[in-house]
């Protein structure tokens, strides 16, 4: 395969800049059929069973439709008849919603179906190419940022209707240079698909591995039933392990509480920790505020390496270990630092011991009262039982998950990689800055 950057082509002024002067700018309509779906009564849904229904949650902005059931109502009972079918090869687009900002804006394609027959909401408009145009090609015709900001200015009282989405322009190379150009961006994307599934496998590894490592610690698989166990408040763990209340082994101390009428004079600015900030294990800085402290409470606040924070309402329990991402700071009373009162207690193993009590007893976390919103107080929080295997235990659970953290993270930078990618050629080559109309060993399917 091979790909010439350096052509030189004759280009042609249009309604959507320079493009070259075999290519056309059409209107979408022209090029595909443009069909709104149909909401089924009440009583025509089913859960398990009948004709599969796509709804607007069976995709994610600029990928491909889902087969894969979410919940409850995914069939129907009735037959919609071929008007209301989607078939491969279709993009349907979100016509309809709360906010007029999302309208037109949620984009999605149908790679593969279900055997049976499969219809969609009234929600939903299927774009449907003719023969003139490769349907991925027409695909992405619509997710082009000069499609998108188009497709805005047809959207009437929150709603999208077919004959203005059919109003949009387009650009239209020749058939042999659309293939072209799908083949290209179409092997990003399935690059980046299998790069998610290798993600997801992963994350459930290391939810196996979690469960597996606590009930029986790092032992192969052949021990496991020379291992004693006992049961506790927190499930099974091994026999020699202790189980103990977290405030006999961390200091907790809570954050500031906010305040927009303090005071800021002969006070210190300093970086500021929100519960945005914590992601399940790590500290993100990307965003980063800023708050007034005296020097003493600044001080009291003051974050250290290897300080553990806990977020004590919202995503209730998620926690993150402070590894110095930022040379000082401190953080706020929706949060809980803990640090270890003395040696013999791996905060990394605590961090993922949290992630792992979240996901088996959520409930266990929450308050009494189901009437208020679930919180994690320091009183609770200072009462949750926890496992205390000897050190030397704690280390070796937490370097096994920390490899399946680190494999998670490699592939999140791969995937991130090629989402940037697609996004830089789908512009240059729907734009015609670089051409692909000489590439070669690309066949017709």
């Excluded at 907790?252 to 509480?257: D, V």
């Excluded at 300093?270 to 980063?288: A, E, Q, V, Y």
Aim: aromatic share 8%; proline share 4%.
């Amino acid at each position: 395969m091979k790909l010439d950057l350096n052509q030189k082509e004759e280009y042609k002024e249009t309604e959507l800049g320079l493009l070259p002067k075999d290519w056309e700018v059409v209107k979408l309509g022209e090029v595909s059929e443009l069909q709104q779906g149909k909401t089924p009564k009440r009583d025509d849904y089913e859960d398990y069973k009948g004709y599969r229904i796509i709804k607007v949650k069976d995709y994610e902005n600029e990928n491909k439709i889902s087969n894969i059931i979410k919940g409850d109502r995914s069939f129907v009972k009735t037959d919609f008849g071929e008007r209301c079918r989607i078939k491969e090869g279709d993009s349907l687009i979100l016509s309809a919603a709360h906010s007029s900002n999302i309208v037109g804006q949620k984009i999605g394609y149908v790679k593969e179906i279900p055997s049976q027959k499969t219809f969609f909401v009234a929600e939903l408009i299927r774009v449907r190419p003719k023969k003139n145009i490769i349907p991925y090609f027409c695909f992405l015709s619509l997710i082009l940022m000069s499609s998108r900001n188009q497709i805005r200015e047809e959207v009437k009282g929150g709603h999208l209707y077919p004959k203005n989405l059919g109003k949009i322009r387009i650009p239209l190379p020749p058939l042999s240079e659309q293939k072209k150009i799908a083949y290209v961006l179409s092997s990003v994307q399935e690059a980046k698909e299998k790069t998610e599934d290798v993600i997801k496998a992963t994350k459930e590894l290391k939810k196996s591995m979690m469960k597996y490592l606590f009930t029986y610690g790092p032992v192969s698989l052949e021990e496991v039933e020379k291992v004693p166990l006992k049961e506790t408040e927190i499930g099974l763990v091994p026999e020699k392990w202790e189980v103990v209340r977290l405030g006999d082994v961390f200091e907790i101390k809570q954050g500031k509480q906010l305040s927009s009428k303090e005071s800021v004079e002969n006070k210190i600015k300093k970086p500021f920790l929100r519960t945005s900030n914590i992601t399940w294990g790590k500290i993100d800085i990307s965003k980063i505020d800023f708050m007034y402290f005296n020097k003493e409470e600044f001080e009291k606040l003051r974050l250290k390496i290897g300080d553990v924070l806990v977020c004590e309402g919202g995503d209730i329990g998620r926690t993150a270990l402070y590894r110095g991402e930022l040379k000082e700071a401190a953080y706020q009373n929706h949060l809980h630092r803990l640090r270890p009162r003395e040696e013999g207690v791996s905060e990394e193993f605590f961090v993922f011991w949290m992630d792992h009590a979240i996901n088996q007893r959520q409930m266990y976390l929450y308050t009494a009262n189901r009437t208020t919103i679930p919180n994690l107080s320091s009183s609770r929080l200072k009462n949750f039982k926890i496992p205390l295997p000897p050190l030397p235990i704690q280390q070796k659970i937490a370097s096994i998950l920390s490899a399946i953290d680190q494999k998670i993270e490699a592939e999140e930078s791969k995937k991130k990689a090629l989402e940037d990618l697609f996004k830089s050629l789908l512009h240059n080559l729907m734009t015609a800055k670089i051409r692909v109309n000489h590439l070669e060993n690309v066949f017709d399917e």
